[in-house]
């Protein structure tokens, strides 16, 4: 098996901590100093996020492409979708139990968009200009009035080129990033970033971000609104290669803990609808000026990241589906599970 990019481990790992992170400080957006370092966070982290799956992506071997689309993506969608509408349902009291499945449950969208995203993979492929063709679907689709959360259109399409953007791009393009000048033109664009946003805090909306909503919703019904998607994209762009430029390549201690990023993405939510649902988070949201809920999010993936927490979940998180696949098409499933990790 081949020797795991100690760079992308610790990649992942800070980008799921700045996914935890983001949704414990959600509740209290808007409350200083919150206020900015919250769209800081969401400028950049999911993009990277779905660039870290698309370079893992690369690699389309059938049939065990698909096989993986359905042990690491579709059965543990299925599964978590479930468990957390009937989470829902037992701890806010509703009336009716209502599966959705067409309409992810909110963290959830990833899941479902990252297996449209590798199913379409292989098609857009034969395109002459797949990225550039996305981009501007993203950008169309904003004009649109019926999209919506169903099925996770918009935001599959929003991030879509950032998928793309992974799967073409080459390991030895990170190693301009990593020069001493570099580095620090990338720390003023991440601080110059972190101000931009806190000025334009009064009429910047971090759902911009998010790839969620038609520009309608944001008031925008003009024909040039287009411009304020590339404008975004753009943003999103220099604040992700900035971080990208910081991302250590040595091993430390939460090296190997950046392999187990899905244990923490499917788990974590249950810890934050816990503490909203039972009041604990919004009494410790304004504990030593609002940093208590941040230091909960590192705590939180620090424990979900652990061994134990894999070795003991597994079962749940990555279901063995060989049962339902003939044996030489399971053979290395394994291996290719290793290697392509999300």
Do not use: C
């Amino acid at each position: 098996m081949n020797e795991r990019d100690l760079y992308f481990d610790n990649l992942k790992f800070w980008l799921i901590l700045l996914v935890v992170v983001g949704h414990f400080m959600e509740p209290f957006y808007g409350e200083s100093p919150l206020g900015t370092l919250y769209p800081w966070i969401y400028s950049f982290h999911m993009p990277l996020f779905v660039f870290v799956a698309g370079y893992f992506s690369k690699s389309i071997t059938y049939p065990k492409y698909y096989v993986q689309l359905v042990s690491n993506l579709a059965l543990p969608y299925l599964i978590f979708e479930t468990l957390y509408t009937w989470f829902d349902f037992y701890t806010q009291g509703l009336e009716k139990l209502h599966f959705t499945y067409f309409y992810p449950y909110w963290i959830l969208w990833f899941l479902f968009s990252m297996l449209l995203w590798k199913m379409l993979l292989p098609y857009l492929l034969v395109l002459k200009a797949p990225l550039w063709i996305a981009l501007w679907s993203s950008v169309l689709l904003g004009y649109a009035l019926d999209v919506d959360y169903y099925a996770s259109v918009s935001r599959t399409l929003y991030f879509l080129p950032f998928f793309l953007l992974g799967v073409y791009f080459k390991r030895e393009w990170l190693l301009p990033l990593k020069k001493p000048r570099v580095r620090l033109v990338s720390l003023l664009i991440l601080l110059s970033g972190a101000v931009l946003l806190h000025t334009l805090s009064p009429v910047l909306e971090p759902a911009w971000f998010y790839g969620a909503m038609n520009y309608a919703q944001f008031g925008l019904d003009t024909w040039y609104a287009g411009a304020f998607r590339l404008l975004t994209y753009t943003f999103t762009l220099l604040m992700g290669a900035a971080f990208l430029s910081w991302v250590p390549q040595q091993r430390h201690w939460y090296t190997d803990r950046g392999m187990n990023t899905m244990y923490v993405f499917l788990l974590h939510g249950f810890v934050v609808k816990s503490l909203l649902y039972f009041g604990v988070l919004q009494e410790i949201g304004s504990v030593a000026g609002g940093i208590l809920p941040i230091l909960l999010g590192v705590l939180v993936t620090v424990l979900l990241s652990s061994r134990v927490v894999k070795a003991s979940m597994s079962w749940l998180v990555e279901p063995n589906v060989s049962f339902l696949f003939k044996p030489r098409v399971t053979r290395r499933s394994r291996e290719v599970r290793r290697k392509e990790e999300f």
